[in-house]
């Protein structure tokens, strides 16, 4: 095994421009560490074509009219990563028990490649050992038929198919539970439960045309260097045709800095990346409040100077007495507060609040983009309306050009929101399955991801079923959650690869692999296509085009028809193993039950996809005032993070590294950042280091800072200096997430605060 030991860890303390050679090198590595450095090329053709794969990175749009090469380098990352040459076979469990592969990293257990064969946990031996899909699936089935619905979980991910996730939700309330939480909660469930009630929608209104036409970006916490490239183009775009790109985000992210485009031979040889954004504000943590009412502040004052003296108003009264409700009182709470408040909390001055509201007022049309450092705080459902405010005030939501736009996750999260996976009833046509299917659907309130482990860590559940993702790894309270884990009665891992939540068991376990998006999918009526749904609404058809890693694996639809066969009463009404056979079937009857896929068979493959019907997007609002809501923040001073007063408590941000997707890391290096050899550091601002005498490259602990009594402290961490505000932190996820207590989460979403912990450093004597 590769150890931490045998790795270099070089820390420059330099920022690397997105793209680049280092892009293209970094590629050529992974194609060449998974065995596909020859025929892994043809493949990226493919990615994001019509007739195509959809990439199985991230969920930023597909554009109607691709690139040669319509992929990016950790898009050809994640292909590499799925496409491997390297296979994780019976044989490597007969010789790896249970117990060893818990100690091995996360890391080295995803290398180890694409899982091949249906695996049952063997508990005299400890070993996982192969089993026949049938067997697997009788067992899972005459367990889940001694449980209360309610008992169990149907937790997914946001990579499968909207095909998948539409058999998943029905068989999973078919079987009586909406106990259906999915990455979303993880991630941007802030945003919808945030934007519904200020907008009427939960997902954003932007397509990728409004970037063509804006005048000026906003850029709250999110990072495209890493985490959506693609969106660099646009963004690179925008910048040459002289479009204010305005960033707010505690550190300097390179991609958002400059990019170098590794498919422009010119950006290449030129070597002179171009800068992506105008200005760069280094908000504090949880700061994003302070500042965006900052920029109101100065935007209502400068209005309300205009219509004293009969100059032009610079907020669009028109639009705001038309189509907008709560106005006053957000007015009247920004010109009250004061300046110095909103300074302490943001970290940035009121004159760059003001300069920021000068270049927005000057802007015809703005679009806002966001992200985790965004939706993970406990006042991330606040922040998110108060972006949607900022919007409002001069009608940039439903315009050319203009509009909110969160960026989602997995490449498909957010359509398996719409197809059915929600553990919220009230957002899912319940009547409308009852009437098709000729049953009655659960009607009460499911478990969501907090919800879930809570109920886990007091032994309410007995089994835990996973349409893919590595929950025990992405959610909080790491330590408390494997140990309950252990006394599930059933966990079932439907995955490509081998990740520690199958390692952390039930009673009875099961691996189930499946075969990847990237791969052919050949069921009775030929070879399927599927479809997902982008951040921008837009749903796309997608074609394997890879000989599946073994031909042992079966389709996620397959999977799921397997399991519901063997657990559920047969319904005549429902057909799963013929839809299993042709996949057209599924998705008439996801037309059926949702008007707007309607002949999706079609119009999933139109260059760019076909959009949902998002009213926001055409002024239509769909909300309790009928009306698109300003929301007045109660939380614009206060840090509802960390305690005030205590200086030796510091606020951690968990971010991401270059070089992983989530819990899955493909490698110790940070390129863009810096740092090399090593995930195990904490960046610091290097006063607070002097303060708390601190050298650069010593080795510490961190302790969460919360009085709940309950110690949670890891150590094993390399002080890193880093450009970064005073009294901020950051930690990679997921390796920090024992130190993020359970309850520590957003309001009303209940998506963990993973940019906002309390912790303090802990010398190691
Ligand atoms: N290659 C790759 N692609 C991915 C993923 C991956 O892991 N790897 N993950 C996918 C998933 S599921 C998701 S949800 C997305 C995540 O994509 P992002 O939303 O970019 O998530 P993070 O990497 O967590 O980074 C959040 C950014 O917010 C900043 N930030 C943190 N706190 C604050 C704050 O209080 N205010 C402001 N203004 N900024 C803040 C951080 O510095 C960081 O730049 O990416 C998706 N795409
Ligand atoms: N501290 C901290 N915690 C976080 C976050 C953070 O920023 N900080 N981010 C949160 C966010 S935004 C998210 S979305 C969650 C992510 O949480 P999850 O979605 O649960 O985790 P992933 O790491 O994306 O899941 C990776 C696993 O998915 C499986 N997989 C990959 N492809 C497929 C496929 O095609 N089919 C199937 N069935 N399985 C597949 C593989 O076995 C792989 O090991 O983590 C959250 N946790
Ligand atoms: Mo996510």
């Known amino acids: 095994m590769r150890g931490a030991n045998d790795r270099q860890i070089k820390i420059t303390h330099k920022n690397t421009p997105a793209g ?46 691709p690139h040669l090469f319509e992929y990016c380098e950790n898009g050809a990352k994640a292909t590499a990563w799925e496409i491997t040459k390297h296979r994780i076979t019976p044989a490597f469990f007969a010789a790896h028990g249970v117990a060893e592969l818990r100690g091995w990293a996360d890391h080295d257990l995803e290398q180890q490649g694409r899982l091949t064969e249906p695996m049952r946990w063997d508990a005299a031996s400890d070993k996982y050992q192969p089993v026949s899909w049938q067997s697997a699936f009788e067992e899972i089935g005459r367990e889940l038929r001694t449980m209360e619905p309610n008992q169990t979980i149907w937790y997914a991910s946001g990579r499968a198919s909207l095909e998948a996730a539409f058999m998943w939700a029905l068989a999973a309330r078919l079987y009586g539970t909406n106990n259906l939480p999915d990455s979303s909660n993880m991630c941007h469930e802030s945003s919808s439960v945030g934007l519904k009630e200020s907008i009427g929608v939960p997902v954003g209104t932007t397509v990728l045309d409004d970037m ?19 969106a660099l183009h646009p963004l690179q775009a925008a910048h040459k045709r002289g479009v204010p790109i305005i960033t707010f985000n505690p550190i300097r992210e390179p991609g958002l ?220 309270e790491r330590e408390a959650i494997e140990m309950a884990w252990s006394r599930l009665r059933l966990t079932v891992n439907i995955a490509t690869k081998l990740n520690r939540s199958h390692l952390v068991h039930g009673e009875i376990s099961y691996i189930l692999p499946c075969i990847g998006r990237i791969e052919i999918d050949r069921q009775v009526s030929g070879s399927q296509a599927v479809s997902i749904e982008d951040s921008t609404s837009c749903i796309h058809g997608s074609r394997g085009v890879r000989r599946p890693a073994s031909s042992h694996l079966r389709s996620e639809p397959a999977i799921v028809a397997g399991i519901a066969n063997a657990t559920l009463d047969a319904n005549p009404k429902i057909d799963w ?37 998002i009213p926001a997007s055409d002024r239509v ?55 090399k050899g090593t995930r195990m550091v904490v960046l610091m601002n290097r006063d607070d280091m002097a303060r708390l005498d601190l050298d650069e490259g010593i080795e510490v602990a961190l302790a969460t800072a919360t009085e709940d009594g309950v110690s949670r402290r890891m150590s094993g961490f390399r002080v890193t200096g880093y450009d970064i505000p005073s009294g901020c932190v950051a930690t990679y996820y997921p390796e920090t997430n024992a130190l993020i207590p359970l309850w520590h989460y957003a309001s009303r979403s209940k998506v963990p605060a993973a940019k906002s912990i309390p912790i303090r450093i802990v010398r190691i004597v």
């Open 20 to 65: 680049g050679w280092g892009s293209v090198r970094s590629l050529a590595n992974i194609l060449r560490r998974e065995g596909v450095a020859l025929d892994g090329p043809r493949t990226l053709t493919a990615q994001n074509k019509p007739n195509g794969f959809a990439c199985v990175s991230c969920a930023w749009p597909k554009p109607a009219q």
């Open 212 to 230: 063509e036409h804006t005048d000026c970006i906003l850029y709250f916490g999110q990072n495209p260097g890493t985490n959506s490239p693609r």
């Open 577 to 613: 193993d013929g839809w299993v056979d042709n996949y057209a079937r599924i998705r008439a009857e996801i037309g059926a039950i949702y008007p707007d896929f309607a002949d999706m068979e079609t119009r999933m493959w139109q260059p760019g996809g076909f959009r949902r019907n």
């Open 257 to 476: 800095e400059y990019f170098s485009n590794p498919q422009s031979p010119i950006d290449m040889l030129v070597k002179a990346p171009t800068p992506i954004s105008s200005r760069y504000h280094q908000v504090k943590l949880g700061g994003d409040i302070a500042a965006i009412m900052g920029i109101i502040k100065a935007l209502i004052a400068s209005d309300d100077g205009a219509a004293k003296t009969g100059g032009a108003a610079v907020l669009d009264h028109a639009f705001i007495a038309d189509h907008t409700s709560g106005f006053d009182r957000l007015a009247e709470h920004a010109r009250t507060i004061a300046w110095s408040a909103l300074e302490t909390r943001s970290g940035l001055s009121q004159t760059i609040m003001e300069a920021t509201a000068a270049i927005y007022a000057k802007s015809h049309s703005v679009i806002a983009v966001y992200g985790m450092g965004i939706t993970q705080h406990r006042a991330g459902v606040e922040a998110v309306q108060m972006i949607v405010n900022l919007l409002l005030l001069r009608g940039n939501i439903g315009k050319r050009g203009a509009g909110i736009c969160p960026v989602r996750g997995h490449s498909n999260v957010q359509g398996q929101r719409t197809v059915g996976i929600s553990e919220k009833p009230a957002l899912v046509p319940l009547d409308k399955f009852a009437k098709r299917y000729g049953f009655e659907p659960p009607r009460e309130v499911g478990l969501n991801t907090v919800d879930a482990c809570e109920a886990i860590l007091s032994h309410r559940i007995r089994a835990f079923l996973m349409l893919g993702g590595n929950f025990v790894r992405a959610v909080p």
């Open 621 to 675: 609002w769909n909300t309790d005032t009928g009306r698109a809501n300003f929301i007045n923040p109660q939380s614009v001073e206060e840090d509802l993070d960390t305690a005030k007063g205590d200086r030796d408590i510091l606020t951690m941000m968990t971010i991401r590294s270059n070089d992983q997707f989530n819990t899955t890391i493909y490698g110790y290096d940070d390129r863009f950042r810096g740092i």
